[in-house]
């Protein structure tokens, strides 16, 4: 009985810290957008041992994109305009956790970079997403 319940256990746990994202960051294309009136958003997060285990979901204007895990990238393009974006976690898992959210204007034609991250307190914790360059969103990722 314990040999089969094991198998099972593994890989619920595996799979639980697998999210949408990529972790290939060759497979992503950095090219700006050429049609008009679009942007496109790049994701990171970063990876860390703390909350390491939860997907975090990132919302734009209030559609889920993707839930990333661990070291994982998401590229998003989004209309030009008045941008919203929200990331935490949506089980109960988040009792004691804050979300973040962060708002701005996308420019047509532009890419724009977040670094996602999970900052530790002393009896709570949050996520936080902070607006970075291109070169500074692939020098978080190495």
């Known amino acids: 009985m314990i040999k089969k319940f094991i198998p099972i256990v593994i890989l619920f746990l595996v799979s639980a810290c697998a999210g949408t ?3 290939d960051i060759t497979s992503i294309s950095f090219t700006k957008p050429t049609a008009v009136g679009e942007s496109n958003l790049f994701f990171y997060r970063e990876s860390k041992y703390v909350a390491g285990g939860q997907l975090i979901k990132v ?3 209030g559609q889920e994109i993707g839930k990333l895990g661990n070291g994982e990238f998401e590229k998003f393009k989004v ?3 008045q941008t919203s974006i929200k990331a935490g976690l949506s089980n109960i898992l988040a009792l004691g956790m804050t979300t973040d959210s962060y708002s701005f204007t996308a ?3 532009e890419n724009y970079y977040f670094l996602l991250s999970y900052n ?3 009896f709570t ?3 936080k997403i902070t ?3 291109e070169r500074g ?6």
């Open 79 to 81: 209309k030009a305009g």
């Open 137 to 142: 969103f692939k020098n978080a990722v190495q």
């Open 125 to 127: 914790g949050g996520w």
């Open 59 to 61: 919302l734009v204007n």
């Open 21 to 23: 994202g990529t972790r």
């Open 131 to 133: 607006e970075t360059s």
């Open 107 to 109: 420019k047509s034609g």
């Open 120 to 122: 530790q307190k002393f």
